[in-house]
T-cell receptor, first 113, second 111 residues
Framework: SAVISQKPSRDICQRGTSLTIQCQVDSQVTMMFWYRQQPGQSLTLIATANQGSEATYESGFVIDKFPISRPNLTFSTLTVSNMSPEDSSIYLC??????????FGQGTRLTVV | DAKTTQPPSMDCAEGRAANLPCNHSTISGNEYVYWYRQIHSQGPQYIIHGLKNNETNEMASLIITEDRKSSTLILPHATLRDTAVYYCIVLYQGGSEKLVFGKGTKLTVNP
């Protein structure tokens, strides 16, 4: 199994500011995934991050709003830029395990005021 | 869009078996059925997956119908800690396909 650490676990931010969320994995992985979970909703994939290449964004998500870094095989960051209250969500990092199952971090609970 | 249909909620008595159904009538021959659960305020947790044979692990059993159009996740002796949202997902292994979460089933285990 993979152990994923996300920081911060929660934050309250002012509108118009940006927050960078960190995701650290205890083993090297090829792909890392970022999800958003809006209040009372299911998970929605934001983007897939491969080391050494640009992230691939899903429909409805753009790099200017959610820039992603993937500097090595164990780490990634997601930035939520120019935040508005509609960005209040839980943001989750995920990786694929050896048996194709997915492992998730505990999430970052973001509140924008 | 999610390729599965699940009831929005179910209740189960503590100590009894919880049987969670999932319909995936458009599943293709090389797609697997995966189950995850999300306990409140935590990230999703992998439970089990299978292709066409029934599977069992320390957490649960997965029963897939012969035509593969539906499946049932069985928690043999539900506890209060099994209260969670359970997601059934179909996924092709080996490609770049990504997990697509539907709304899942909110299972409440009652004392």
């Amino acid at each position: 199994s993979a152990v994923i650490s996300q920081k911060p676990s929660r934050d309250i931010c002012q509108r118009g500011t940006s927050l960078t969320i960190q995701c650290q994995v205890d083993s090297q992985v090829t792909m890392m995934f970022w999800y958003r979970q809006q209040p009372g909703q299911s998970l929605t994939l934001i983007a897939t991050a491969n080391q050494g290449s640009e992230a691939t964004y899903e429909s409805g998500f753009v790099i200017d709003k959610f820039p992603i870094s993937r500097p090595n095989l164990t780490f990634s960051t997601l930035t939520v830029s120019n935040m508005s209250p509609e960005d209040s969500s839980i943001y989750l990092c995920s990786v694929e395990g050896a048996n194709t199952e997915a492992f998730f971090g505990q999430g970052t609970r973001l509140t924008v005021v | 869009d999610a390729k599965t249909t699940q009831p929005p909620s179910m209740d189960c008595a503590e100590g009894r078996a919880a049987n969670l159904p999932c319909n995936h009538s458009t599943i293709s021959g090389n797609e697997y059925v995966y189950w995850y659960r999300q306990i409140h305020s935590q990230g999703p947790q992998y439970i089990i997956h299978g292709l066409k044979n029934n599977e069992t692990n320390e957490m649960a059993s997965l029963i897939i119908t012969e035509d593969r159009k539906s499946s049932t996740l069985i928690l043999p002796h539900a506890t209060l800690r099994d209260t969670a949202v359970y997601y059934c997902i179909v996924l092709y292994q080996g490609g770049s396909e990504k997990l697509v979460f539907g709304k899942g089933t909110k299972l409440t285990v009652n004392p």
